[in-house]
């Protein structure tokens, strides 16, 4: 008989199952990746829609008033509309980091309208433990202004209700 060259049937079988345990493995960490990469995205964005609140003091001596508002100037300053991409879906998560809720960024006026707060949720449970203290400047360091939310602004007294941003 000739001297074939070629695989058997065993190594051929062991070497799917390898990459089947691979592909598995990295299927398993795919979402989580995805999840923390827009929660990235969410504090990028939280910290260009603060500086598009600081050009608004700075221009008019006031923040926006409304979301609506603010919205408006987003676009005025910025170019473009800045939106959560799962505005509306029940993908982010509660304080308790199990239980589900709407995403989207949030935006309230506080102290007559000289301050202001933003925030927003986290879709991956780790950055929920990461982000638990708010950036939040208060007279009243105690002062929890919403923990079930990451908050970034400066706001003593809040006037209003957080509404959600949108375009």
Avoid: H, W
């Avoid at 929660?39 to 990028?44: A, F, G, K, L, Q």
């Avoid at 100037?73 to 809720?101: F, Q």
């Avoid at 929890?144 to 809040?158: F, H």
């Amino acid at each position: 008989m000739k001297n074939q060259k070629g695989f058997t049937l065993v190594e051929l079988m062991v070497v799917m199952a390898i990459i089947a345990i691979l592909s598995t493995a990295g299927i398993s960490q795919y979402g989580r990746f995805i999840k923390s990469a827009r929660d990235t995205t969410r504090t990028s964005d939280l910290n260009a829609l603060n500086i598009v609140i600081l050009d608004s003091i700075q221009s008019n001596g006031t923040v926006p008033g409304t979301a609506a508002d603010f919205a408006a100037k987003i676009k005025e300053v910025a170019g473009k509309d800045i939106v959560d991409p799962l505005n509306g879906s029940t993908a982010c998560l509660k304080e308790n980091g199990t239980d589900t809720t709407e995403c989207g960024y949030q935006y309230a006026v506080c102290d007559g309208g000289t301050g202001y707060l933003l925030a927003t949720r986290f879709e991956s449970k780790n950055n929920v433990e990461k982000y638990a203290k708010d950036d939040v400047s208060t007279s009243d360091p105690d002062q929890v202004l919403k923990p079930d939310l990451y908050e970034l602004g400066s706001c003593n007294t809040v006037d209003a209700e957080y509404e959600v941003i949108t375009a």
